[in-house]
């Protein structure tokens, strides 16, 4: 009988502990899916920093490293020239503030994606990061001061 009842015990205290796990678990996973959103506003005294990024475009790969803070469209008065029609002039821009490295949609007409997801305002940008912008991929490699 005591077996019976120990058994009893110990299949709550596995249940209750699961519980417990899978409630920690999911409180991790949305705090990492949280958003790296900055306010418009909150973007001002720029710092230079150098990004490195790799240019997908057209089937074609090119490497570029830029200080910020830079423009990338379709305009050849970008710093980042891009030949992609579905790009707008003016598409997006990368700027610093307090040695933080933000992604900025110019207000484009297709929008600009970082890591699959539309910016509605600026997002900071990390190594690693994928900026999706008209039928152009660039890959951040680096992002240090520069």
Do not use: C, W
């Amino acid at each position: 009988m005591t077996a019976l009842l120990g058994a009893i015990d110990f299949e709550r205290a596995m249940r209750i502990g699961t519980l417990e796990i899978t409630a920690a678990l999911a409180l991790v996973a949305v705090l990492a899916a949280r958003p790296r959103i900055r306010a418009a506003a909150d973007i001002g005294a720029l710092t230079p920093i150098q990004v490195d990024l790799e240019v997908l475009e057209r089937g074609a790969r090119r490497v570029q490293t830029l200080r910020t803070p830079f423009e990338l469209g379709r305009t050849r008065d970008a710093e980042i020239f891009l030949h992609d029609p579905e790009v707008s002039r003016r598409h997006a821009r990368i700027e610093t503030q307090n040695g933080v490295v933000y992604l900025e949609d110019l207000k484009s007409s297709n929008g600009t994606f970082l890591n699959g997801r539309r910016l509605g305002e600026p997002l900071e940008l990390r190594a690693g990061d994928e900026i999706d912008v008209g039928t152009t991929r660039l890959v951040v490699t680096s992002v240090r001061p520069g």
